[in-house]
């Protein structure tokens, strides 16, 4: 995937794909939170309430235009393969 343009996945860019933040995550609720906080704020991500790394918001990756292929969180082109 990396640098490739795809379209964005069809889902808000607050909801992160479930293999990148599993709904049975510990820290789910608030690193929606955080993440909700900055795109909100327009900022480019947030500080990791469990690890303090920094990660990419949802908007700001959209706003790069093409996947990077590595792994993000937020990644807003990550889907579900089409079902045959």
């Given at each position: 995937?990396?640098?490739e343009r795809r379209p964005l996945a069809d889902r808000p860019l607050t909801e992160p794909h479930p293999s990148r933040l599993p709904?049975?995550?510990p820290d789910r609720a608030r690193i929606l939170a955080a993440h909700t906080a900055a795109?909100?704020?327009g900022e480019a991500g947030y500080l990791d309430p469990e690890?303090?790394?920094?990660?990419l918001s949802a908007a700001f990756l959209a706003r790069r235009g093409t996947c990077?292929?590595?792994g993000c969180?937020?990644?807003p082109y990550v889907?579900?393969?089409p079902s045959e």
């Open positions: 995937m990396t640098g709904s049975d995550h795109l909100a704020a690890s303090g790394l920094f990660v990077c292929g590595r969180r937020h990644c889907d579900d393969p």
